[in-house]
């Protein structure tokens, strides 16, 4: 069996010098486009004034043409009187002005005594309220030089100097070919419902990317792992295209065909970046083309396009590439990072007080939606080995800053009404978002005592009193002024396999041979819960199988249990119903929302507790079982 | 004759109260959409994954899948093997593990010893190197909101969870309506060269805006400005839009009829806004949908467009509006502007030392040119009476902060062929911008004394000595060391309508009572020249007609004389030729450049010479006519 190695390994900036030297095969030709649809089209050459703007001396304002000197005297005591169409002329704001008159006057200040004759009541000087021919455009001046990314505006003023059709480049013509023996078209995802499969989505995400970046995506439909039918599809395509993309089988397995390909019919320059998503990347040039392996993850395939693809279109449309809006942040907490590789960490910002906060998403280059939650990318530097706690950094946003100004930073337990929540709170005008991390209610509440969010979900119970929260409250948040706004009563149970195949009655059974646990992390108001339950039924956890197991969220624990991975996870009903499975009640909780006096009169606050409080919230909340409303929304005093 | 006036006139603050209640009458539907097809579209509804991503538990890794307990007890010492078939099988990234597995040992640490048998030296431990069902997405959750803006990242994540089509919001569709009887279309041009008409191109600005900003634009052709006409046209395609847009006719002219038609068939909400510019602003309502009458003057119509149009658009598709990036600049000179009115005041910035600059571009709302060469826009709040020389202020950037930064700000004489070193500058990669500003070799020389450009462009020569620029750059720059590059010897010369009609000779026909001169302003090299030479001649400048009418450019010179304003103005060969006039040649004169030897070496000046020495640059200058380049480029010494 053949096996990949990385060979030409490169760090980011020399893979970045690659690219640069790679841009310059591709050779952009011109083709004409009428300029009322060449917006976001670069210029091809240098453009000139057809014609002046205005092309003739023009009324500035509405009101009559005149010769100035024949208004020269008059005054508000000795008024003129001139006769239409003897030297004055009415004219509109754009109309030419007639031969032998220099000035207008506003019709504002005229007034017409009959058809014939009009009064004025002072002298006009030369041009006043003309616009003189070129004052904007003057015919011949350079309008726009070469490789100018033509605006909106700039429609305007190529019409104005007279241009009906203008040169541009040609967009760069980008073929993206995806490979995997594993994917199915997304057509196919209707026929494949009850054969669970793989959709290829990298191909559809890079073909926007290209668009947005001003070239012309090609998109091939999905190729099998197999080298010669890989190659055959790369030679009868490619010559459409300036730049190839091949997705997957750039990495090291048996089946990565994609060095071998590019070996045989061109070179490879680079392969694997020291990048972290992204390392498997490939750059190669093929038949006098650019191309680049581009890996298979989602994650990375999209890191890879970013870095070194996107520089790549910009140098071949000779444009300067954007930066996106920065700002700084503290980290949530302490983040490690490889030292020797530059990571693209996705976290999700908010500004708590007058200090913006990054809390890290996953990091698995697998996980797409690490992408498209984040609120923007923290890159941690090569040469770096992480951020500590309180160490400053910035984050390149992707998203408008506004929004994250309108962010509620949301820590501590999941629950699956705050989806619903985050849904309501978006519809009234201008949108507040929900960004809620789960990391387990003691989680919750220590984030509050570091003050890096606004608030925290809880659902702990005492173990001695059996009373929620309020003890921890007291007891972690001495001297913090915090107001307490209930959310939901909830069931959590045992979440099991649907009809109950191994017969399970209650948490005693969890001490059977034959049944796997799935646990929830410690800190966790429900790993606190079971804890308590275990300990009232004199259970031991060491002696549950699988206790050991920690999933964070409900939906992980019910998603274990429903793949057959584990038998049974304590969980709220909500997740059981979602996933389809069957739930054996253990106990009701009371799940509550815990926010620093401080922050209580900010309006996203307020508009967050009008949510929770509105009957449309409640519903919905009933909607998905297992909750109870009956005092949700209430102030809770201790 | 009717007239209007402003009778319903808002501050921009009440004009914005009332376009956000009229967003209320805008109700969009819902439509499909192809995945696949959906960026930049607006979720109509929360999306939810209808498949786990990865849908089945996968290999994260090239290598076998085992049940991780049949491997304990390998060591490096005590190597164990495996069956292939047999508990083992090859997997590659992305493939299912097959049943009974649960995990999976990378192909790097696996030592095949034949098709049979393969050896490990390292135990496995569950799930390792395996992507559980549901890592990503968990069917059932909320991937996306209601009201969420799809972007590239956003289609993988789409697809990943089993969506093939999804449902969006329409998008709001904009009737744009253009009247004015002056008006030609764009398709008119080639058929209008010989009887200059004036293009309508609002409606193609404001399509693209349109377009830019999620809406769908219909434009109507132009319509003569006739009450019965435009009201005919707007009651025929009104049904089709949820809102309308007339530009022009809402003023106060004679012919401004956009007002009464509302008035014949809606309401007028508010009408005249204290904005500059945009203040014949119009907003209303017809027929259930808002209107909104948009000045015809370019920069008005843009600037209605995006203080009114624009939040209208977003607030309808529930977007929160992202502002553009600001920076903090200094406004190189003091800024005048009119108390209750808020003024949106285009400007070049650029950054000098650790400083950025702001210069004005011309203030008339009919300039599109101060739009599209504009790198951003300074507004002045309407309780403001303008800016003095040093107060901080923010401009928002109309284009990528790395292009300002990359911007060479020059200020100074003008001269054609800095059009032509702009164009080559741009040409290299990364591209450098060259920003002039033409207020004279005298104005030039000042701003290099305040600090507020990387360099000037001279010609100034001693009346006494006859000297150029050097007496000058020892007098107003003492204690400042810079360098000198001179950059042509051009021909300065009476500029004269074609053909010669009123037979002149020279300076001394300036005399002649039936000649009307146009002069350049004081402080630019060429008046002074104009009044060295006078002298010499004996000729007091007070007897010549036009002395005292000043242009800034030679360009603007040119076009005077060309459009019959005047019959001759001193300015050099090229733009005459430019313009196809006559020329008498007067003096030959030095043009150079002056850089404080303090940003002598920044990168972006030494392209800039690298440029001015470059063989193409000398070859379009020589083409241009009138100009000298045997020294060009040169450093000179004094």
Chains 1, 2 share one sequence.
Not at 5 to 22: G, H, P, Q
Not at 172 to 193: A, F, Y
Not at 358 to 368: E, K, Q, T, V
Not at 594 to 612: H, M, N
């Amino acid at each position: 069996m053949k096996r990949n190695i990385y060979l030409k390994k490169k760090s980011l900036d020399e893979a970045k010098e690659v690219v640069s030297k790679m841009a310059g095969l591709i050779r952009l030709g011109k083709e004409p486009v009428p300029v009322v649809q060449a917006v976001g089209r670069v210029t091809a050459e240098p453009l000139f004034a057809k014609t002046s703007s205005p092309p003739f001396h023009c009324a500035a304002m509405d009101g009559i043409a005149v010769r100035a000197e024949s208004t020269y005297g008059a005054t508000e005591d000795a008024p003129k009187t001139l006769l239409v169409g003897k030297g004055v002329s009415f004219v509109n704001t754009g109309h030419p002005i007639p031969p032998g008159m220099n000035a207008v006057i506003m019709i504002e200040d005229v007034h017409q005594i009959d058809p014939e004759r009009v009064e004025i009541r002072e002298a006009a000087h030369p041009w006043q309220h003309v616009r003189s021919v070129g004052e904007d455009i003057v015919a011949t001046e350079m309008v726009f030089p070469e490789n100018h990314k033509l605006t909106s505006y700039d429609i305007g003023a190529l019409l104005a100097s007279g241009h009906r059709e203008i040169s541009v480049k040609k967009k760069p013509r980008v073929l993206i070919l995806p490979t995997g023996s594993e994917l199915i078209e997304p057509e196919e995802i209707l026929l494949s419902e009850h054969s669970p499969a793989i959709v290829e989505s990298n191909s559809y995400v890079l073909r926007s990317l290209v668009l947005e970046d001003g070239g012309e995506p090609i998109r091939h439909s999905i190729v099998k792992d197999d080298f010669s039918k890989i190659r055959e599809a790369l030679l009868k395509s490619y010559r459409e295209s300036d730049l190839v993309l091949i997705i997957a089988g750039s990495s090291a397995g048996s089946e990565d065909y994609t060095r071998s390909i590019i070996e045989e019919d061109g070179e490879v320059h680079a392969h694997g970046i020291s990048m972290m998503p992204g390392k498997p990347t490939l750059l190669g040039s093929y038949k006098d083309r650019p191309i680049i392996g581009i890996p298979g993850y989602p994650v990375s395939a999209i890191m890879a396009y970013e870095e070194l693809v996107r520089p790549l279109l910009y140098r071949a449309l000779h444009l300067t590439r954007p930066g996106r809006h920065k700002i700084h942040v503290l980290p949530i907490r302490k983040i490690p990072s490889k030292l020797g590789t530059e990571e693209f960490l996705r976290v999700n910002v908010g500004r708590v007080g007058n200090k913006c906060f990054a809390s890290p998403l996953p990091r698995g280059s697998g996980i797409i939606t690490s992408l498209t939650k984040a609120d923007g990318i923290l890159r941690i530097p090569s040469l770096s080995e992480g951020l500590d706690e309180n160490e400053e950094t910035e984050v390149e946003l992707l998203k408008p800053v506004e929004e994250i100004l309108n962010t509620v930073l949301m820590v501590g337990s999941h629950d699956l009404t705050l989806d619903l929540l985050a849904n309501l709170m978006r519809k009234e005008y201008p949108p507040i978002f929900l960004s809620s991390h789960s990391v387990g209610s003691l989680g919750g509440i220590l984030a509050l005592k570091s003050g890096i969010c606004h608030l925290a979900g809880l659902h702990l119970i005492d173990p001695d009193t059996g009373e929620y929260n309020f003890p921890y409250i007291k007891n972690y948040l001495e001297g913090m002024e915090v107001r307490v706004i209930h959310l939901v009563h909830r069931e959590q149970g045992l979440i099991i396999r649907r009809k109950n195949p191994k017969g399970l009655k209650g948490l005693g059974d969890l001490l059977r041979e034959d049944i796997l646990f799935i646990n929830r992390q410690k800190g966790s108001g429900t790993r606190i819960l079971l804890d308590r339950e275990l300990r009232d039924l004199s259970i031991d956890p060491v002696q549950i199988h699988g206790y050991e197991q920690e999933e964070f969220t409900h939906m992980a624990v019910a998603s274990t249990v429903a793949s057959g991975m584990a038998d049974a996870g304590l969980g709220i009903l909500s997740a059981a119903r979602a996933m389809n499975l069957d739930f054996i009640p253990v106990a009701k909780e009371r799940y509550d929302l815990v926010v620093p006096s401080f922050y209580f009169g900010e309006e996203k606050i307020q508009r967050l507790i009008a949510t929770i409080r509105s009957e449309e919230f409640k519903e919905e909340v009933l909607r998905l079982g297992g909750y109870d409303v009956s005092r949700t929304g209430e102030e809770l005093n201790f």
